[in-house]
């Protein structure tokens, strides 16, 4: 079965609003999360590194006070996609491995946002 | 250079044919490696991990060769239902930095 599940798996919006997707590790707790972004017919991008309790570390180009990341939990992280827009709509993916080596990472089973 | 790399494709092969793909890895410190297989508009699941030993399922061998720095995955005998990208991903410094390679997109067909 799953052992991280991501919520909502799909989502419209208009314009302007904002958006929460939730990421949860299931039977683990994971310090760490990543969060990706895919296109159509591209490669997942990933977009920021989630630590529980403290900032997350995000990749050049994608900005901070756009998608807020929250991980107040060892089970859960949250990626807000604020003031939405067109742009934003792709496909959205966070996974968690198990704080230990040679853990593989587990997916969410994604997000897809739809901004009208 | 990439930190991980990978052929695009997309490698078109009849079903029954054997086919292989390979990523290659900048950083010699890297840990940890795994194949992902992601079909279209969904997740990514895992595959396999790679052991240092080379490591089997089925039809699907998967290789480390760290004199070279890259893994290998062997399909043999292809199915329709193998039609997927297939991801690398390795781990370095621990398991917090993880590197994905772009994805081989490989398309069996009949």
């Known amino acids: 079965g799953a052992v991280v599940s991501q919520h909502p798996s799909w989502v419209i919006c208009k314009s302007g609003t904002s958006v929460k997707i939730e990421c949860r590790s299931l039977?683990?707790?994971?310090?760490?999360m990543f969060w990706y972004r895919q296109f159509p017919k591209q490669s997942l991008m990933l977009m920021a590194t989630?630590?529980?309790?403290?900032?997350?570390?995000?990749e050049q180009g994608v900005e901070k006070d756009k998608f807020l990341i929250n991980h107040a939990s060892l089970t859960l992280s949250t990626l807000t996609v604020t003031s939405a827009h067109p742009e934003d709509s792709s496909f959205y993916i966070c996974s968690a491995s198990r704080d230990s080596a040679n853990s593989p990472l587990h997916f969410g089973n994604g997000t897809r946002l739809t901004v009208t | 250079r990439k930190e991980v790399e990978q052929d695009p494709g997309p490698f078109n092969v009849p079903e029954g044919a054997t086919v292989a793909f390979n990523c290659t890895y900048s950083?010699?410190?890297?840990?940890?490696f795994f194949w992902y297989r992601q079909d279209c508009r969904k997740e990514p699941k895992l595959l396999m991990s790679v052991y240092s030993s080379g490591n089997e399922d089925g039809r699907f061998t998967a290789q480390l060769n760290r004199a070279s720095q890259y893994i290998s995955l062997l399909i043999r005998d292809s199915k329709l239902s193998d039609s997927a990208t297939y991801l690398c991903v390795v781990f370095s410094g621990g398991y917090q930095k993880v590197t994905f390679g772009t994805g081989t997109k490989l398309q069996v067909i009949p």
């Open positions: 950083n010699s410190a890297s840990q940890s």
């Open positions: 039977d683990f707790q994971a310090t760490t």
């Open positions: 989630s630590n529980e309790g403290s900032k997350a570390t995000y």
